[in-house]
């Protein structure tokens, strides 16, 4: 008993995590949560509810809406345009790869979606917060 207690003391615990984030929770310009922290090798998992919308890494400042298409950054993203129109709901997986901050946001509309606020960061810092971020969009 003792012996056991010891070697499961000594297992190592790496387990990747996933982080699952609604996009377009009841019809709204929404990533929920608006911001994740995360480790190397842990998973976003977006589940896209409703209408048609991208998650699409952007610039934190400046040019914010919208973002690309491909995404921006070393280890950006972009999910691409993704309808929950039908009778499907997309989702789209992204396997974090660093701890540096990552902005996202929605490309529809010519960035009307990004200026409404339907922004995201994963792994925001205290210098540059998920609400700075925010509003830079919603002012570009
Ligand atoms: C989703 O939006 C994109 C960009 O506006 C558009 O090209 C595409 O046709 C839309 N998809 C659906 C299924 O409406
Ligand atoms: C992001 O910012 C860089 C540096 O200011 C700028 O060159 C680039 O055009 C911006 N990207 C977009 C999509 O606006
Ligand atoms: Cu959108």
Redesign the pocket.
């Known amino acids: 008993m003792l012996l056991k207690a010891i070697l499961l003391t000594l297992i190592p615990v790496i387990v990747a995590v996933d982080h699952p984030v609604t996009v377009g929770l009841n019809g709204g310009l929404t990533f929920t949560p608006d911001a994740v922290l995360a480790d190397i090798g842990d998973t976003l998992t977006f589940a896209f509810v409703s209408k048609n919308h991208s998650v699409t890494t952007?610039?934190f400042s400046?040019?914010v809406c919208p973002?690309?298409a491909g995404g921006?950054g070393v280890n950006g993203w972009d999910s691409g345009f993704l309808s929950a129109l039908g009778t499907v709901m997309p989702q789209f997986v992204y396997t974090v790869v660093d701890t540096e901050p990552h902005f996202a946001s929605c490309m529809q509309a010519a960035g009307a979606h990004c200026r409404a606020g339907m922004n995201f960061a994963l792994n925001p810092t205290a210098a540059m917060t998920f609400a700075q971020f925010n509003a830079n969009a919603m002012a570009s």
Do not use: C, L, Q
């Open positions: 952007t610039n400046g040019a973002p690309p921006i």
